[in-house]
Nanobody, 123 residues
Framework: QVQLVESGGGSVQAGGSLRVSCAVT????????MGWFRQAPGKEREGVAT???????IVADSVKGRFTISRDYAKNTLYLDMNFLKPEDSAMYYC?????????????????WGKGTLVTVSS
């Protein structure tokens, strides 16, 4: 079984920065695909960024140029560095992982999910 535990959320003013982290524990720690998703109140969950085991990444257009996804294999941890935050970035941020590389192409089909960490950006 794989467990994903997010941390690092919080409150920040618009224009500020935050880093959220996702610690991976369990049987399969070198997962082929990992990613970040977010869900704001009243909105559908959306993909933010993915990182495959070869270092390939995709980033949603809404955060491109502001957010960076990275992965530390030695620490079994996934990161999302968020800069120039906007109030519309406020959401619960979820870490996800897949036994397949496919979700890293289109955000669909993740197998494992964390419980989320809340990010609030004030204007």
């Amino acid at each position: 079984q794989v467990q994903l535990v997010e941390s690092g959320g919080g409150s920040v003013q618009a224009g500020g920065s935050l880093r959220v982290s996702c610690a991976v524990t369990g049987y399969w720690t070198n997962l082929p695909c990992m990613g970040w998703f977010r869900q704001a109140p009243g909105k559908e969950r959306e993909g933010v960024a993915t990182h495959d085991i070869y270092g390939g990444t995709i980033v949603a257009d809404s955060v491109k140029g502001r957010f960076t996804i990275s992965r530390d294999y030695a620490k079994n941890t996934l990161y999302l560095d968020m800069n120039f935050l906007k109030p519309e970035d406020s959401a619960m941020y979820y870490c996800a992982a897949s036994r397949s590389q496919n979700p890293c192409r289109n955000f669909n089909g993740m197998d494992y999910w964390g419980k989320g960490t809340l990010v609030t950006v004030s204007s």
